[in-house]
């Protein structure tokens, strides 16, 4: 072998040479090669000419033979990568003749024999598009396939895939029977030699991919199931819900239950999520799904089918309801020793900047004081204690949270007692008790802040005794406005994503009251939309609609009014085609809201979707240069970010968009692409989108400046980013005049803050594949009012900012043992890697560092369990892990 291989390389490069010279007599160019060639070579190129020869021939026995030998020539020739294999280079010559031949021979196993051998010359030889190749391997005898290689098997998957598009298109039935049975061999094969992504593309394009199940094994079913959830993003539908169904029912059959469970919720098929449950037996794995669950904020009951004995199911469904989520937060702050409390000075740090801005602060303004209110509240939200509102009250001073709330004004009361909510977040008992003491107050605004503190306490917190829908439903009806909208707001709060149907029979009256404020509908609209938030029911969008349609002109106006397309958009958040019929009615709307209702439902039907088409049709629309009053381009460039925050290609395909937006779009186009970049990077601050909001901060056009200043906040919401930090602080000093951009610089320091950097605002979860809508939901509510901030977050319903609630998550990750409780083990934190079909065991993550849970994970880290000794019940590792130790571990 080694005496060959110089050979054959000086072979191959003096043939090329050869190749070059023009050819004078072609007798005499052939004599040229073949001297070229070395002895061996030779004797092969001489031996298979004369096996082309006795194939010829009229004796079956020789033909059999020289059949026989050619093959076993071509199949012994290992090539190297770059070169023909040598047999099929010396027999290309003689592709032609062999092929004349084959039509003259009668049919006998011989005929099958050379058509096995034509269809492998045919992969260097054939034309383009002539699929000969499979023409001949069908003829041929039923062999194995794979002892021809794997590059023929390729060419042969690629021609099976143009033949079936060419077999659909001419619609006469042409079985496919003789392609299907080739397929299942070329599946095998592949997915025998860990070609598993070869075998779905193959399966996909033949429109077949249930043949899948039964070709998985243990060894590769992760992998293929791997590159079937990662390529449903790029699957035009219905196809990817296809490809879901089908990996699905892969990991079910492999009993890898939390990853099913997953792929049910991304599906939003309750089913499939009882599927899960009555499929696995063991208890603790269920505690671990109930857990992901709660992630997820849906609203699941157990019943008995799913878990059989009453108390373990009483436990699970306590899980679900997110009992636990305060206590493991606590834990989280503690580890971390961040429990003492903060104030709004330690955020602000005036004290780094120069002179004149730290002068302007020390004087007590209501705007100053409503702005140090909010900070507070982000930034000591779920600690349940801070030094403003929760300060134990003096006999001598009257009670010092007392005096705090009093230093705000009228509306801004309603903020600083719902700030307390915020502080004492899903703790539901102790937070109930110490707002409690707000409903003895005689200031409606008062009243009203502590019935949206009510519904904050209870975010994502579900109780068996309802006590949020207990204490605000009886506020529904008062007659002062802002009471009504704090019970509204605060049951919108308490239950997204719950479809409870007695809220819905409370708020729906008030949609087609026509003596009730418009502000009141609005918020009541809202506030069903987050309840039925993905739901597409029926009754909720009717009453929607009929209130939209019921509003006067003047009305219309309005910027809150702009609100309640949204809260129609809400109930078909992620829903796709289901939202065509209610679209069809919007077109029959005042023509003052008629596009912004329709680009509101587009870009709420889509989001998170990642659908190309929608983001061009939205494009498109942004595009057009329009007179003055024309409100709906700012909901669609919200609808771009909406839609491409699904994966980082179409991210960082929209950032580019929105550049470009930002240098030729109009005023009100401009005014929305901050918030749109916002949207994209929410708590994961890239340094090219920090940079463009930073020189955004200080644009002409203060609202611009001013949604800058805002998604500053968004995108660093959580990180305690320095950079971020250090670029408001510098504003605050730079807008000391301005008492609006400086509230707003001042929200987004508490943002940036929130919860002491435990917490945040991205509603995906789970490695970036779930989407949770209620989080969603909050963040969009809040996004859009921000597209008119004069009139909402800076008029009197600065409380929409209390709606980003609804996103904030811990971000960490706390193993527990058997029994819940909180267990400290080593794990790898690092970047995370994408190693979709990706041969052997490629590393997952990438950078680490070794930390004891409970650890934080900043957007797009992964961790990994650092020890043998405990099996984590859930592949992915966020939130709450349940461990259950290793039984084969052995300590060295």
Partial sequence: MASQDPNSASGSGKQDEAGKVPPKDPKKKDDKKDEDLSDEDLALKQQLELYVERVQDSDPGLQRVALESMRQEIRTST???TSVPKPLKYLRPHYGTLKAYYETMSDSDLKKYLADILSVLALTMSAEGERESLKFRLLGSDGDIGSWGHEYVRNLAGEIAQEYAKRQLQSDETPFDDLMELVQQIVAFHMRHNAEPEAVDLLMEVEDLDLLVEHVDKTNFKRTCLYLTSSARYLPGPDDMLVLDIAFMIYLKFEEYPNALQIALFLDNKEYVKQVFTSCDDLLRKKQFCYILAR????FELNDEMVVEDE????????????????GYLTLARDIEVMEAKTPEDIYKAHLLDGRASAGASVDSARQNLAATFVNAFVNAGFGQDKLMTVPSDASSGGASGNWLFKNKEHGKTSAAASLGTILLWDVDSGLAQIDKYFHSNDNHVIAGALLGVGIVNCSIKNDCDPALALLGEYIDKEDPSIRIGAIMGLGIAYAGAENEQIRSKLTPILNDAKAPLDVITFAAI???LIYVGSCNEEVAQAIIFALMDRSDAELGESLARLIPL????LYLGKQESVEATAEVSKTFHEKIRKHCDMTLLSCAYAGTGNVLKVQNLLGHCSQHLEKGETHQGPAVLGIAMIAMAEELGLEMAI??????????????????PLALGLLCISNPKVTVMDTLSRLSHDTDSEVAMAAVISLGVIGA???????????RNLSSYYYKDASLLFCVRIAQGLVHLGKGLLTLNPYHSDRFLLSPAALGGIITMLHACLDMKAIILGKYHYVLYFLILAMQPRMLLTVDENLKPLSVPVRVGQAVDVVGQAGRPKTITGFQTHSTPVLLAAGDRAELATEKYIPLSPILEGFVILKENPEYRED
């Fill in 296 to 299: 997820h904020g849906s609203n």
């Fill in 718 to 728: 959580g990180t305690n980013n320095a950079r971020i930090a250090a670029m408001l």
């Fill in 567 to 570: 809260s129609l958009g809400l």
């Fill in 312 to 327: 373990e199911r009483e436990a699970l469904q306590e899980i679900i309801n997110n009992a636990k989520l305060s206590e």
């Fill in 656 to 673: 580019r968009s929105l550049e470009h937006l930002l240098q030729y779009g109009e005023q009100n186009i401009r005014r929305a692409v």
């Fill in 79 to 81: 090539s190297s990568m």
């Fill in 527 to 529: 506030s069903l939309g």
